[in-house]
C-alpha cells in the first residue's frame, strides 16, 4: 500500500501552512498574512505511532490570484484532492464561518473521502462554545487547533491515524489477484487505440489515422489468462502552445489524470517519429508520480523496414531519459497483435515488484554494504552517517532513511544508493522513493549506529 496522502484544504489565510509547519515540527511551507501565498503543494512525510503518511498543503480555495495564476492553483488543489485519502478542511475560529467556507465545503461534498473539519486559530478557550457553527460545513469529526497557543496538536494526529485507511501488508494486497489498470498514454496518432483494440479483440475503439480522435479517457476491461485488467485509454496529446480549445486542453489534463489513476503506465513512442517535448512532458508526469512504466515502441514493423535495431532504439530513449534507466522497453506492431502478450506479462511483472516489501535486516545489510564500498564524502568537516533504515510503504517502494543530517549526503552519492537498491533488492525495473530523515536530538545522543555495535554505518 502506497504512503497514505492527507491533504490540508480551506480558504485563503486559515492557517493551513501553518498547520502543516506544526505537524512537521519544522519550516516545511512559506507563512505569510498576505492571501494566496502557497500555489503549489507542499508535501511533507510526517511519522506517528509507527504510521507514514504524508501531509499535503495546498492553496487557498476561492482565491483571485493577482498574477492570473488562479486557474492554475485550483488545477493543483483538484489535483491534491484527487489522490486524498483523507482530507482536512481547516477554518478559521477567531473570524467565525464565511461564505467562502461554505463554497468550500460545497466543493468537498462532491468528494467521497473521509474529512475531518479544523476549526483553527482557537488560541483562546473563550471561543470554545463558539464553534457549534462549523458543524454544518461537513459531516465529520470536529477538533479545535491553536499553532500559536499549541493546541490540540497530538489529538489532532491521534484523529489523523483514526480516520486513515488501514495499513495493508504486501502479502495481503496480492490474494486475489488485484485487477491491475494499465495507462495507454502518448502523443497523437502513435496507435493506442489501436493497441486497445487488439487487446480486447474487438473494435471496441474508433481507430482512426486522423490524429486525436480519442477525446476523452475510456477505461476498458479485458481478460487475459484468467486474470482481469482495465486499460485506459487517453488522448493523443501535443503540446500545450498548440492545443486548438478546451477539448485538446482537457485532452492532456485526463492524460495526466490517467497516468495517477494506474498502476502501470505504458508510454508509448512511434518507431519512426523522434521523440518530441510532448513525450518527455508525459514522462516527467510518470517520474512525478513515481509510477511503474513501460516504454512501448510501436509501429516496429515500420521501423524495420527503415532499418532501425531494437538496440538503437533502447540507447536513444536512455540518451532522452537518463533517470529512467530502470524502465524495461517493449518493442510491438499493435496492428498485427505482435509481441501484446509478452507486454501485458511484463506489466504483470513490474506491479508485483511495486508490490515486494524488504525485511528491514536485509534492507540495512545492503545499505551498510553501499556505504562501506562507496563512503559519502565529508561536506562542510562534517561526516555523514546512516543509522537505519526501513520500507514504510509499497507503490512505489517508498524507503525512510534516518541519518545524522540529509543536507550531508550529495545528489550523486543518493543516486549512487539508489542504483545499489535497485540492483540488490526486488525492484529493479520500478521506481523507488527514498527520504533521507535527520534523527531527533536525544535519538541522536543514544545513538549506536548499524554495522558493529556502537558505531553507525561508515560515512
Known amino acids: 500500500m502506497a504512503v497514505p496522502k492527507v491533504v490540508i484544504v480551506g480558504r485563503p489565510n486559515v492557517g493551513k501552512s501553518s498547520l502543516l509547519n506544526w505537524q512537521a515540527g519544522k519550516l516545511v511551507s512559506v507563512v505569510d498574512s498576505m492571501a494566496g501565498v502557497t500555489r503549489d503543494r507542499v508535501t511533507y512525510l510526517m511519522q506517528a505511532e509507527d504510521r507514514y503518511f504524508e501531509l ?44 467562502l467556507d ?59 491515524l483514526e480516520n486513515l485507511p488501514e495499513a495493508v501488508d504486501a502479502s495481503e494486497a496480492e490474494t486475489g489477484d488485484p485487477e491491475l489498470k494499465l495507462a ?22 474508433i481507430v482512426s489515422e486522423v490524429a486525436g480522435t480519442t477525446r476523452d479517457s475510456v477505461d476498458v476491461r479485458f481478460e487475459l489468462d484468467g486474470k482481469a485488467f482495465t ?36 508510454m508509448f513512442f512511434d518507431a519512426v517519429r523522434t521523440i518530441s517535448r510532448v513525450d518527455k512532458q508525459l514522462v516527467d508526469e510518470i517520474v512525478e508520480r513515481c509510477k511503474p512504466c513501460v516504454f512501448v515502441v510501436n509501429k516496429w514493423d515500420l521501423g524495420l523496414d527503415e532499418e532501425m535495431t531494437t538496440e538503437k532504439w533502447a540507447e536513444y530513449l536512455t540518451h532522452n531519459f537518463a533517470t ?7 518493442f510491438i506492431t499493435a496492428k498485427d497483435s505482435r509481441n501484446i502478450k509478452q507486454l501485458i506479462n511484463l506489466t504483470q511483472t513490474i506491479y508485483k515488484q511495486a508490490l515486494e516489501r524488504v525485511g528491514t535486516s536485509r534492507l540495512n545489510r545492503v545499505i551498510e554494504a553501499a556505504v562501506d564500498a562507496n563512503p559519502p564524502r565529508y561536506k562542510a568537516n562534517r561526516r555523514p552517517k546512516i543509522y537505519f533504515a526501513t520500507q514504510v510503504a509499497t507503490q512505489p517502494p517508498t524507503i525512510v532513511i534516518k541519518c545524522n543530517d540529509p543536507k550531508l549526503f550529495e545528489p550523486n552519492w543518493k543516486r549512487y544508493l539508489l542504483g ?39 560515512g
Open 56 to 99: 499535503i498543503d495546498t492553496g487557498g480555495m476561492g482565491f483571485d490570484d493577482p498574477d492570473d495564476l488562479t486557474a492554475d492553483v485550483e488545477r493543483q488543489i483538484d489535483l491534491a484532492i484527487e489522490e486524498a485519502d483523507l482530507i482536512l478542511f481547516v477554518v478559521d475560529g477567531n473570524t467565525g464561518l464565511t461564505p
Open 420 to 458: 545499489v537498491l535497485r540492483e540488490e533488492l526486488p525492484f529493479k525495473e520500478v521506481p523507488i522513493r527514498l527520504y533521507f530523515r535527520g534523527r531527533e536530538e536525544e535519538e541522536r545522543n543514544k545513538g549506536e549506529g548499524l554495522g558493529r555495535p556502537g558505531t553507525p554505518i561508515n
Open 324 to 330: 529512467m534507466r530502470h524502465v524495461p522497453i517493449a
Open 184 to 205: 495507454i498514454v502518448g502523443r497523437r496518432n502513435v496507435g493506442k487505440s489501436t493497441f486497445i483494440n487488439a487487446l480486447v479483440q474487438t473494435e471496441r475503439m
Open 102 to 160: 461554505e463554497h468550500v465545503a460545497s466543493r468537498l461534498r462532491k468528494v467521497n473521502v473521509p474529512k475531518i473539519l479544523v476549526v483553527n486559530k482557537c488560541d483562546s478557550t473563550k471561543t470554545d462554545d463558539e464553534v457549534y457553527e462549523f458543524y454544518r460545513l461537513a459531516d465529520a469529526p470536529l477538533i479545535q487547533t491553536s499553532v500559536k497557543g499549541n493546541r490540540h496538536r497530538r489529538e489532532l494526529q491521534e484523529l489523523i
Open 231 to 266: 486499460a485506459i485509454d487517453t488522448p493523443g496529446v501535443r503540446k500545450r502552445k498548440s492545443l486548438a480549445n478546451d477539448v485538446e486542453f482537457y485532452g492532456l489534463v485526463r492524460a495526466k489524470k490517467s497516468i495517477r489513476r494506474a498502476d502501470v503506465v505504458l
